[in-house]
């Protein structure tokens, strides 16, 4: 904390370089000092001071200086505009938040401050104070600047491995933060060389001291679980991740001279880049990190911090009732309905949700019979076939290349996703738009069972440009005694794809079950705007 | 006695040749090639030909039926076995029409005053007796054989007509065919080749081993990741087990899958199939059609408590229906699948069909 403001300090300096205040505000930084809270209030005026003062003056030129130094390392052409396109709120989201500080400094100051100078007009104002005009106008609800500013998002790491800038980037904040550096492994096949392969058998935390001082150890044996597959599953991932996170802040202490909505938020970075480390994260988790810091910095600074621990806990808690065990149960009163006696269902992999749809279908007496189709490498449908068979439910299991055999007997197709994205994509388990397509082409309906909390502002059109690499010796098999890919390493041209995740497009899709009700594909941006304008 | 020893000889020849074939089909993917079965199918009907007893085309041609009955009997799904048996009796019938002096032309083509005036009279015709039939119909065998040593020369001699440069090709499973006629190509041009390893037998390995051997590109996805990566394949070129009359394929399990996404962002299917693959037959026989093998590949036994419980299937083939295929190319060159059915009257005679 005392790092960024220091460096702010600096940039208005050298932009102003006239106020007294500033100056002795530097003295106490170059003293390696933290700063009073008297201090910090009188940067923040002077920022807002200078804040009001820049937007009088360069509205326009600000903006587009600012939107220029984003990342100029060459993306694909398609890429940018895209980002640039989806609306993005005034929070950080978790990649902003993590990026790098090479930035020129002056338009991020900028940036922070307004950040900041809004947050605590926020804040102001919630708790009725009144500190002058500017500060309603800067509070003003987020929605109306979120839809007409153009996007300041920053393209997130872990599609920008090839190009050595941001890698470099990357390295030294990792440094920085003490996280380790996770090399990538094996040959990458060239259309996938802009994201990243780890292997299983080197996992990041190898290279963590022991005691890890920086990092709690929660969080290291939840990277472990991400990255040994242990905890797999979208909805599994973020129930450990809250979790994780209570017991962090369970054992926080606030140190002195630090607001413990600040201070808090800042040590989270460091496990959240960690955790990315150990696999990138997913739609869920970074909405539900979104959700935590904003509760954390929402927290008054009158609040004492027993208070306002077990406030935040509550407010977790809350969060995994509300969006994940409740929308569970909304969506399979609405997905029973769809059942129908005599059905035959087909399942893909193992999705949590489905599961749960299915069990509580048969105990309300349903009679259905159920197909799960599974696929190499990951073989999750076999866990799926366990729970099923043990409630008792009829099954059949099939492996993804015996689809259209099978798929004459399916009357419908019931998916999980992992994320559905702004242009109505639904981005699942690799192999789901098969079965999509395959069904569209027996005209089978597909319905697709996905939380509202999944629901991710990014769009996409294809599974190449953001996806996840798997360790690609998995693909890796013995038959008969004999393994032809066991030393693929030395064969030059001969390379392993082990993709996790792929894009559905909307037109194989006929309906969409969430926590809110049937909608179709579509309907995507519109919940994400209700959302958004609720917050 | 010379004559004895010949015949138990033979027979020996037969029974070995079925106890092969029974064995050949557990779904591993044959030991041997479709090539080799048809051209052992082919020298040991000439054998037949050559040691049986016979007087006249027609009992040749009993004869012929007969053991063409039951080597089908043994490996149903193997059609290469029936194809060939059709190819000699259409062989028998040509030599005896050429020997009788007859013209072959109307003999071949079914006119509707055929149809209506004669109504398969022309069984009787072959009883006559012709000294020089034998080695004709030996010669005309020895044909055959040639030609089938040459099949996969003559589809790789096409692959640069199809192939160019900085392309990327999809394919599935192994197939002979395929790897000559991709290996061929790779010695002028330089692509990528997608494999797809086709579970449970992921014989997509062994054929992306093989191809990366010869400096190609390859790389291997698992089955759940060929939609994903369709939209990146500029062809996709396929093997098949069988070619069916109407022009469809019977395939191994995952090209139907395979198809439908090439169809779906509109790139063109390629199959790489010899002659002695079309077969007469029509997808629509349910019991024959399909070919299952032991469910353990997919669900092993380790996973023993829910096996009880569960239907596991293994099936071995996928039918592709005539629509999704672009292109058929064969050792005569590239054809339409709509002009199957006219290859089909050329290599095999209607009342072939049923064995």
């Known amino acids: 904390m005392a790092d960024s403001v220091g460096r702010q300090t600096d940039s208005i300096n050298h932009a102003t370089g006239e106020d007294g205040k500033s100056q002795d505000i530097l003295r106490a930084k170059s003293e390696g000092k933290e700063m009073t809270k008297e201090e910090k209030q009188r940067l923040r005026k002077e920022k807002k001071q200078h804040k009001k003062n820049k937007k009088d003056d360069k509205g326009p030129p600000e903006k587009e200086k600012e939107k220029t130094s984003v990342p100029a390392p060459s993306k694909p052409v398609t890429q940018s505009p895209a980002h640039k396109a989806a609306p993005v709120p005034a929070n950080a989201s978790p990649s902003e938040s993590s990026a790098a500080a090479e930035k020129p400094a002056k338009s991020k100051a900028e940036l922070r401050a307004e950040r900041r100078a809004r947050q605590d007009s926020e804040r102001a104002s919630k708790q009725g104070k009144k500190e002058g005009g500017q500060q309603s106008a800067s509070s003003k609800p987020k929605a109306t600047p979120n839809e007409l500013q153009p996007v300041l998002k920053r393209l997130p790491e872990h599609v920008q491995v090839d190009d050595p800038a941001a890698l470099k980037k990357l390295a030294k904040k990792l440094e920085r933060q003490q996280v380790p550096l996770r090399s990538d492994y094996g040959y990458k096949v060239s259309l996938f060389s802009h994201l990243h392969q780890y292997s299983r058998k080197h996992p990041p935390t190898q290279q963590i001291s022991i005691p890890a001082t920086v990092i709690h150890p929660s969080i290291v044996r939840l990277g472990l679980q991400y990255s040994q597959g242990i905890i797999a599953g979208s909805n599994a991932r973020s129930v450990a991740l809250l979790h994780a996170f209570k017991q962090v802040i369970q054992d926080y202490s606030t140190p002195p001279n630090e607001e413990l909505s600040r201070d808090l938020v800042n040590k989270l970075s460091p496990y959240i880049s960690f955790l990315s480390q150990c696999r990138p994260l997913s739609a869920s988790m970074g909405n539900a990190i979104k959700y935590i810091k904003k509760e954390i910095s929402n927290i008054s600074s009158q609040c004492k911090e027993e208070e306002a621990k077990n406030r935040l806990q509550s407010c977790i808690d809350k969060y995994i009732n509300e969006k994940i065990i409740l929308a569970s149960e909304a969506i399979s009163k609405y997905a029973i309905e769809k059942i129908s006696d005599g059905d035959v269902i087909l399942v893909y992999g193992c999705s949590s949700l489905v599961n749960h749809i299915l069990c509580e279908a048969f105990e309300k007496q349903r009679k259905f019979r159920v197909i799960v189709v599974d696929s190499r490498p990951r073989l999750e449908g076999r866990e799926a076939l366990r729970r099923l068979v043990k409630k008792g439910i009829r099954c059949t299991y099939v492996l993804i290349s015996a689809l259209s055999y099978i798929l004459p007997e399916v009357s419908k197709v019931f998916l999980g996703a992992h994320a559905l994205l702004a242009n109505g994509y639904v981005m699942s388990r690799v192999g789901t738009s098969q079965i999509a397509l395959v069904a569209k082409a027996y005209n089978v309906p597909v319905l697709v069972c996905c939380e509202t909390y999944k629901f991710c502002e990014r769009v996409q059109t294809d599974s190449f440009v953001s996806n996840e690499l798997d360790d690609p010796d998995d693909l890796i098999v013995t038959r008969n005694g004999k393994t032809h890919l066991e030393n693929w390493q030395t064969v030059k041209s001969l390379g392993l794809l082990n993709l996790v995740y792929d894009v559905t497009p909307p037109d194989f899709v006929d309906l969409v079950i969430t926590d809110l009700g049937m909608i179709p594909c579509t309907s995507v941006p519109v919940v994400l705007r209700v959302k958004n304008v609720d917050q | ?355």
């Not at chain 2, 055959?144 to 192939?163: C, R």
């Not at chain 2, 380790?302 to 050792?331: Q, R």
């Open chain 2, 1 to 355: 006695m010379p004559g004895a020893d010949k015949e138990t000889d033979l027979s020996e020849r037969i029974e070995s040749f079925l106890s092969e074939l029974k064995r050949c089909g557990s779904g591993a993917g044959s030991l041997r090639g479709s090539a080799e079965t048809a051209r052992e199918t082919t020298s040991l009907l000439r054998r037949i030909t050559a040691q049986a007893r016979w007087g006249n085309a027609g009992e040749l041609m009993e004869i012929i039926r007969k053991e063409g009955r039951r080597m089908t009997a043994a490996q149903p799904s193997e059609t290469t076995v029936g194809n060939m048996v059709r190819r000699v009796l259409k062989i028998i019938r040509e030599e005896y029409a050429r020997s009788r002096g007859s013209s072959e032309e109307t003999d071949q083509q079914e006119s509707l005053h055929k149809l209506l005036t004669s109504g398969g009279s022309s069984e009787d015709n072959f009883r006559q007796h012709f000294a020089h039939l034998k080695a004709n119909v030996i010669e005309a065998i020895n044909e055959l054989l040639t030609e089938l040593e040459g099949t996969t020369d003559n589809i790789s001699m096409q692959a640069l007509e199809h192939i160019h440069s900085n392309e990327v090709i999809m394919t599935i499973g192994r197939s002979r065919t395929v790897e000559a006629f991709l290996k061929d190509a790779a010695r002028k041009r330089k692509f990528h080749v997608i494999v797809a390893e086709c579970a449970p037998f992921c014989q997509g390995h062994e054929m992306a081993t093989s191809l990366s051997k010869e400096d190609i590109e390859t790389t291997v996805i698992p089955d759940a990741a060929i939609f994903a990566v369709m939209s990146r394949v500029n062809k996709v070129i396929i093997g098949t087990q069988t070619v069916l009359a109407n022009g469809g394929l019977r395939a191994v399990n995952g090209t139907h899958t395979l198809a439908l996404a090439a169809k779906h962002h509109s790139t063109p299917l390629i199959v790489c199939a010899p002659m002695f693959k079309l077969s007469p037959q029509f997808p629509n026989e349910e019991d024959t059609f399909h070919k299952f093998v032991s469910p353990h590949e997919v669900l092993p036994f380790t996973e023993g408590e829910i096996l009880s419980k569960v239907n596991a299937h293994c099936p071995v083939f996928d039918y592709v229906p005539p629509e999704l295929i672009t292109l058929f190319i064969s050792n005569i060159g590239g054809n339409a699948p709509s002009y199957i059915y006219r290859l089909m009257s050329e290599l095999y005679h209607p009342e072939d069909h049923e064995l």
